[in-house]
């Protein structure tokens, strides 16, 4: 088993934690697995991606010039991703933030209303996790356990931060799926 | 004073939303726009009704030389 | 669980945190800046020393310094700032002095980009200074590696009194792995020869001039045994489906973990591919070479370059062989079904001419 | 209607820059731009762009442009001027460029008063590495380098390297400005025209260094970055003329 | 009669001159300050330019910056100050541009001294600098040819539009011997791709930096068909008393005066020498090896160095071949004696395996 | 009769050093060996000597010595008293050294206010390489490079480099002193016996630039030599104190 | 004044024959040797005849180390 | 044939200008020849010396670690390269500047009072053109012309000095030998 997971979205949606904390929900669960910012563009702010692999056995290179999932947090990488995934391949997209795609017949998009939910809440800021949770749900690559002790892993003495996070990848592991997946 | 009016002209898609120009235009022309552009800002958009002097101070802070005033 | 989910380029600076390094002389780069802003935020906190320099030139002579005085001590760069050090490396090699270069290759020549790359092999294995001098390289192939490796490379350095490099890339810093670390160094033993003023005993002084010839000419032939007993004892590499393999590539670091991946691919394939990986890039590991040699006609190399280390290879094979080489310079990054197509390739070559 | 603001001829159109919201980076380069048409510099200009946040300058300028090695601008400037002195040649510089690795070569080309003109972008931080300490970070400003604010006991001090060269005989003319609003954006092209003109009347050497946002870095939004630089920074770094020896030696 | 009494340092200035070289960019190191002190007396005199320039960092900048307005531009340094340079010669790879060094090499590493030696072959041959990138190096071997290569030097850096080294060491540019000079070139052709601002036309930019990793991909190999453009068409060697021998000298510069002397002296003894001296050592004269390799068995690199062109030497013999490698480095040169000695030596050892 | 003139103990005994008749380097080394002792500083002193005339200043001194690759003495410097804030570490540069390739490391190692000590022997010329023009060559001087004298049109004008530095928060004592005659030199021992204090009373950075005769290369007497210090050299390098921040920040 | 006579001794083989003692020394007590020293320098030397006052200038001047003076 | 000489003496003497002249002299009878200055000492001041070598053949090496032939301007350098000479070497010196020296039984010495013979034609300064003379005519390794000759071309428009440097090498030419040459 190897999976390919890209995290895209623009520079303060947290769009790295994201990665990070399933990457080391990953190591939690004795994967292998490597996270792979992009690092491409020389300047900073507008959009920020993240590369998550991860495997039974050693992976050779955390690259994935075509992924198994896109997880989108805004328009501009919904827009430009979707067109990296493999065929078959699965998107999920925060449907507060993107607007019309164009449609490509061979893939699957997911719209989760991450902003809402995560408004729901009281932690607007929480939609990226909200998307983490859809995204387990959708893939049951991990158990939604690890996450939660992810993120308590590295959030720490952090409580209520800690609580909050974890209560928004429960609202989007357990809502999931939101609506009509297929464009 | 206001004899001529002038019109400003974002070119959207060259904006950052950096809010410069809607910060230091006197006459409140500019305002962020509801939508974004294509990439992922909101950009400036002049309100027509508002009246554009001409002065081009929004040209002068404008990073992207996104700004373009028309007048006589 | 030990483990933590890092960069390589936070694992080499943890790293030799742990292995006792208290001082750290940098200037930014990409792709190596988390290397130096972790130092910038651990090593004050125990009692460490951290100096953004005003330039690499600076920071490998703050280096030279802190070396002198005793001190573990490492600098980081990437490739650009890696030319700027040249001069400060051949001192170091001329002082013996102990030290540790972590070079995060990225694509050149030039500004290049900053994309991983392996073109600096040359400058690393063939001394990027002036004069007779080596370095030992260390080619870490995951962050893992890049933890463990570097603790060996500033045991190196101290037992040898030498100037050390560890040769990662850009994608080996950037990038995350689970990694579990070493116990924290403590008492290192005091380095005898380091200047800390004379006190009651005599003077000492360090210097790399040596105007009269035939004592320069001792000093290095000195330096060449030292290499000699590098070259016997630390040459690191390591073997991976070898025992049946028909060919062999051939492939260090990051291109290293992609041609694994490609003989995965390929066995499934019936191909009887292996690999060898230096993980010391020099001294090279000729003698295993030498040996595959005896029984394997078909040799890959891969690299992220033109072609440099292919040149260890033919070295090492004196002719015996046949060397293929595939190479992707400029920071791309090839992938293991690339891989597996020349190896396919070449394979498949390899069957018709038994024919 | 016609338009009122002419497009900068030797400005490419049509680009997108690859800099920040609100960088000044794009103020200045549209300042530069139009002065190279005012003054009808455009065809003999030669600019050498940096290693920083405006390495890419030569996707946005339509002149004649060499990148450089990190800090050696001024040098490579010096090697094109000598060779062809009837070459508008500048160099367009951020503070860790021309402050930290290009020390040397700033200090030296201006002592040897070459006829070439520096734009120096002090924005107290390096850009485009993501947001080290440079030497002109203020005392106590947080970057990535110096996660509890610079602290001179271990980082030194910031440094006026405008300063430090202006009293030299061969620098003509050194001015700082600062891009916090409209009227620093005007009197930052003035100095540039200014500085730009020494070179033209074949006087020596001008640098104008520009006090610049960097909001990225700074963590700030661009009006927030505006009133630091007002507030903050042109405290320690004032704005002024640091020296003028158009009409000889000072 | 049109032969001076000239001292190789002066011979490469004149020689640049020459070649229409107008500007120079230097900083003062020896055992070659000659150079840039006929630099400073005689370019001014002929309209050109002479800078003494704060460091060597800096006059190598300096070189791009000539080099791109589209001089023929030089600048010299020995061995610790060529250190310096290495991160812009790299840019001059990556920018394209034209330029000529020289290294007037000394002992190291490190200060080592300012005797002569040729511990400088790697970093000439491998490129100090970092990423993919290869420079010419002519290796004169007499003020005469110090003189007739300069001019080679400037027409295959600009035909290929290259950097390209001139190797020579403290003997070759300290001493004096008679000389012819070229005629002064005179109108040198433009260089079309110059900057001198845009005119009327489309502005034009240099940049080494390319941030896409598949153009950067494509400007690595387009580099690598220059080297192979080079190593076709300019390769150059000189053998000596080849047609007869049965062992066979591998020397360059001052070694290869010395060996030629050993070989008279050992014909004499009726051992049958001959030598083959690389002229440019990158490209290095790999196929007249291998040619020789087809009818002679043994083989003897000396070299001013703990052996370092002896790796070219088996990379070009591709395991044919016995080769012995006798090195004197640090400052000593040899003499004519000791290789005669060494080849009486291994000439015997061949004449013994023989019977 | 006893010996009235004690032996500088850390200077060593029996040894002809290689410097030519007359030189400035002989005397400092003197001067400083005095101090060492003086001060009690030999036991704990690390000092860095240059690429230049007194490379070999290692054969001389008798206390722990490391050479530096030309120009960078104070990196190496920092390097040592970062990782050994105990010890007691001055360099010793020549003004090639220090001023022309050691320019940045000179720069920003007095603005991080180091707390080290440089001894700065300014002979206006490369003595070592054989003469040729150094940054702090006057005017009109000839050298191997300007044989016409130096020419501020080509080759730049004579850098006071200390000047430039001794405004820096960082630098706590500079001091510029001539060796000229027994006046002068006992006013460069004074000089450097400050600026030692300063480190070891843990203030900060200090340096002591000293005027010094080159006669070989200045083609004069050593007596000539002296007599050109006071006379011309010392006109464009005014001695004094250039600042004393000892007492706070000035 | 004069009260002790003092004595200066020259370790003439480390002399380099600079003078500058011989310039400094108020009383004229050294003088340029008339031959050599080994290192081919005409060494300073004190004339014993003249009154040397044990100010130590000579000693201050010299770039070598090679002036003893004695006194009480 | 191929012959090493060695002229040493201290800094002003005028070592390397014999040199010089003498190479510029063999290159004027279209011999081979090479000069080499001492530059080993990293110091300028004290001492001097240079190796020229002649011959009719291709030189390997400009050095010459044992030299057939020593002229030594001063004594420190007669008292230092006389250990240096090939046995059955010869060394010529300024036995006006040169005191007593050890002997060596296998080498001849010969004295030439070169400062007197130039003071007697009013040049001190040209003692070492004498001393260059006396080595032609004990050596005939070039014809004393082409001295002439290279002292023209190297002097070239100073006429008065090309004429009194002359007059030095004639005298010193001319008057060889100058006394006792055992030593
Ligand atoms: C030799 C070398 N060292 C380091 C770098 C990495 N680098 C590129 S730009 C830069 C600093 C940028 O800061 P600044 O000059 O202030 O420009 P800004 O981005 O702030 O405009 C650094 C350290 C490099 N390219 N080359
Ligand atoms: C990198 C490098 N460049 C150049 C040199 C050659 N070099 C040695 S000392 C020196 C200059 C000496 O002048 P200065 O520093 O003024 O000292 P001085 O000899 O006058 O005391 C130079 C250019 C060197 N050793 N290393
Ligand atoms: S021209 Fe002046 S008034 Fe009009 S939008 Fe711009 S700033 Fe406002
Ligand atoms: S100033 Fe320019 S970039 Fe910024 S918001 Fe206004 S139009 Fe957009
Ligand atoms: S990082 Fe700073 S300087 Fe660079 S483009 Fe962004 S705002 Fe501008
Ligand atoms: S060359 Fe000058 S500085 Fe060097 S030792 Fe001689 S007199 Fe002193
Ligand atoms: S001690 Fe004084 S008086 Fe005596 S010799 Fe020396 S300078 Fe002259
Ligand atoms: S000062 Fe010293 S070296 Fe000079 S002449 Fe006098 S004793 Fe000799
Ligand atoms: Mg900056
Ligand atoms: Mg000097």
């Given amino acids: 088993m190897l999976v390919k997971i890209l995290f895209a979205g623009s520079g303060g949606q947290g769009v790295l934690t994201m990665g990070n904390i399933l990457g080391n929900a990953a190591m939690i669960e004795d994967f292998h697995t490597t996270y792979l910012p992009a690092y491409g563009a020389a300047v900073r702010g507008g959009t920020a991606n993240c590369t998550i692999c991860i495997s039974d056995e050693e992976i050779a290179s955390p690259v994935a010039s075509v992924p198994d999932f896109v997880v989108a947090l805004n328009h501009p990488s919904a827009a430009s991703f979707s067109t990296r995934l493999e065929p078959g391949g699965q998107m999920l997209y925060n449907s507060d933030l993107v ?22 809440i009281g932690s607007e800021r929480s939609a990226n996790m909200v998307m983490l949770g859809a995204f387990i749900k959708l893939t049951n690559v991990l158990k939604v356990d690890s996450i939660y002790k992810s993120v308590e892993y590295m959030l720490g003495a952090k409580k209520k931060l800690v609580e909050i996070t974890n209560r928004a990848v429960e609202e989007g592991y357990n809502g999931f799926p939101f609506g009509n997946g297929s464009l | 004073m206001a004899k001529t009016k002038c019109r400003v002209v974002v070119r959207s898609e060259y904006c950052k939303g950096c809010n410069l120009c809607i910060a230091y235009c006197k006459k409140g022309v500019l305002a962020p726009s509801e939508g974004l552009n294509k990439a992922g800002y909101h950009y400036a958009t002049p309100d027509d009704e508002k ?4 002065c081009r101070v929004c040209v002068l802070v404008c990073p992207e030389v996104a700004i373009e005033v028309y007048g006589e | 669980m030990n483990k933590v989910f890092m960069s390589g380029n936070h694992a080499f600076a943890e790293a030799a945190i742990r292995a006792g390094c208290r001082s750290y002389f940098g200037y930014p780069i990409t792709p190596q800046n988390e290397l130096g802003e972790y130092m910038a935020e651990h090593l004050p906190k125990s009692g460490g020393v951290f100096v953004q320099s005003e330039s690499e030139t600076a920071a490998i002579n703050m280096v030279i310094g802190a070396a002198a005085a005793g001190a573990r001590v490492m600098t980081s760069s990437s490739s650009p700032g890696i030319s700027l050090k040249q001069e400060g490396i051949s001192f170091l090699a001329g002082f013996q002095l102990p030290a540790v270069i972590v070079n995060v290759m990225r694509g050149g020549p030039g500004l290049g980009n900053i994309a991983p790359a392996q073109g600096d092999y040359f400058q690393a294995t063939r001394g990027g200074g002036h004069g007779d001098y080596r370095t030992p390289v260390f080619a870490p192939g995951s962050v893992q590696e890049v933890a463990d490796l570097t603790r060996v490379a500033f045991d190196v350095a101290d037992r040898y009194r030498t100037p050390v490099m560890i040769l990662g890339d850009g994608m080996l810093g950037q990038m995350k792995e689970p990694v ?11 380095k005898e020869w380091a200047l800390r003023g004379r006190g ?3 003077s000492r002084y360090m210097a790399s001039l040596i105007l009269d010839v035939m004592e320069m000419e001792r000093h290095n032939w000195e330096l060449v045994r030292k290499y000699q007993a590098i070259t016997k004892n630390e040459t690191l590499y390591e073997g991976y489906m070898l025992d049946d393999a028909k060919i062999v590539a051939i492939a260090y670091g990051t291109t290293a973990r992609i041609a694994r991946a490609a003989i995965k691919r390929v066995r499934k394939e019936g191909v009887p591919a292996g690999l060898l990986r230096p993980i010391t890039l020099w001294p090279f590991p000729k003698e295993p070479l030498q040996e595959l040699a005896r029984r394997i006609e078909d040799f890959v190399v891969f690299e992220m370059s033109t072609g440099q280390m292919v040149e260890d290879v033919l070295l090492s094979l004196e002719g015996r062989g046949r060397v293929a080489f595939h190479g992707r310079p400029g920071g791309v990054v090839p992938t293991p079904v690339e891989f597996s197509r020349i190896l396919y390739r070449e394979y498949q070559r390899q069957v018709k001419s038994e024919k | 209607m016609k338009l009122l603001n002419k497009w900068p001829s030797y400005y490419k159109k049509d680009v997108v820059t690859h800099y920040c919201p609100g960088c000044g980076h794009g103020i200045v380069h549209r300042i530069v731009a139009e002065l190279l048409e005012e003054m009808d510099l455009g065809k003999r200009a030669v600019c050498v762009n940096p290693a920083g946040c405006a390495v890419l300058a030569y996707k946005y300028f339509d002149i004649d442009m060499i990148e450089s090695a990190h800090g050696r601008g001024t040098a490579i400037a010096t090697g094109v001027k000598r060779v062809k002195p009837e070459l508008f040649v500048f160099t367009y510089q951020g503070d860790g460029d021309l402050s930290a690795i290009g020390t040397a070569e700033t200090i030296h080309s201006a002592n040897r008063g070459e006829h070439i003109t520096v734009i120096f972008i002090n924005n107290a931080v390096y850009g485009m590495t993501g947001g080290q300490m440079a030497p002109t970070t203020l005392l106590g400003q947080r970057t990535t380098t110096t996660l509890g604010g610079r602290n001179p006991k271990f980082d030194g001090y910031p ?8 009293p030299l005989p061969g620098v003509i003319y050194a001015e700082r400005t600062a891009i916090n609003g409209p009227a620093g954006i005007q009197r930052t092209k003035k100095a540039i025209q200014a500085a730009f003109q020494v070179q033209v009347d074949g006087l020596g050497y001008s640098i104008v260094e520009v006090l610049s946002a960097c909001p990225t870095n700074w963590k700030m939004t661009p009006e927030e970055s505006f009133k630091w630089i007002t507030e903050v920074m042109a405290k320690e770094y004032v704005p002024g003329v640091l020296t003028d020896k158009r009409g000889g030696p000072a």
Same sequence: chains 1, 8.
């Fill in chain 3, 180 to 190: 579990e670390f070493p116990d924290m160094l403590v008492d290192l033993p005091e």
């Fill in chain 1, 99 to 120: 607007g019309e795609l164009i449609s490509r017949g061979d893939i699957t998009m997911f719209p989760v209303p991450a902003n809402d939910i995560a408004k729901g």
């Fill in chain 4, 159 to 166: 440094l006026h390297i405008t300063d430090m060269i202006a």
């Fill in chain 3, 200 to 202: 009651e005993g005599a």
């Fill in chain 2, 51 to 54: 009246e554009c002097t001409g």
